[in-house]
């Protein structure tokens, strides 16, 4: 059965190429941008499979009447990729309020507008999928990305709880976790803090860290994701990228050697 995606961030990145692997495998898609302007070459190759929808989902007013024309445009939903989303890079000290609440609009509560808005669709059908793009350091914070993975990983929380709570009604949730994919998320999508030079000694620390590999390209990851939706019974969560799968590995061992190094401490408190 042909099906109906609504994918947020569609004009680049990974929103782009999940946009034209469902494309070419004959489904519909709904690309939601703030700019959807990139996405007229793929309008000219498939123009009666693609509706634009020029969309900020920051603004959640706008996110409402969006997936409403969405849901309108083929006559269903049937699987959202939530994936709309940029990087606020710099320390915590050197993050401006407005810069924090800017970033915070998009990448957490602008997810949660486009699953609220897109619920009642999906229920009253009795059937859909959503996908929260969040990321493999969704595990914890990591220097000069706080802000990112902060707010990927209350989205991640969120998303638990929504998939709970949606069951019910047919809908399934996944949280997909990318690794690093050259999607322009440090260069065009990224909004950089004043540096301050007492954190010079690490930020150079961290570039030599990361190096110049932008990692593989975004089309590399749609054939798991094709491979995602086509599964009767998903997975909660599913990390994207063999080498992100055994970097989080590291990270979750990490984390438990260190509960159970402290685990004596833990248990003098009764709670």
Known sequence: MTRVWLITGASRGLGRAFAEAALEAGDRVVGAARDVE???DLVQRYPDNLVRLPLDVSDRAAVQ????????????????????GGMLFGMVEEATEEQIRAHLDVNLFGAIWVAQAVIPHLRAQGSGHILQVTTMGTGGGFASTGFYAGGKSALDSISQALAME???????????QPGGYDTGLFTTGTTTTEPDPAYDPLRARLAEMW?????????????????????????LRLIVGGRSYDLVQEMEQ?????YRAWEHLSRKAPG
């Open 211 to 235: 190096g110049d590999d932008a990692g593989p390209g975004p089309s590399t990851a749609a054939p798991v994701i094709m491979e995602l939706v086509d599964l009767p019974d998903p997975p």
């Open 65 to 84: 009447e969006g997936v409403d024309r969405a849901a309108a445009a083929f006559g269903r939903l049937d699987i959202v990729v939530n994936n709309a």
């Open 38 to 40: 990139p996405l007229s």
């Open 254 to 258: 990490a984390r438990t050697g260190e």
């Open 166 to 176: 949606v069951e019910p009604f047919g809908i399934k949730v996944t949280i997909v």
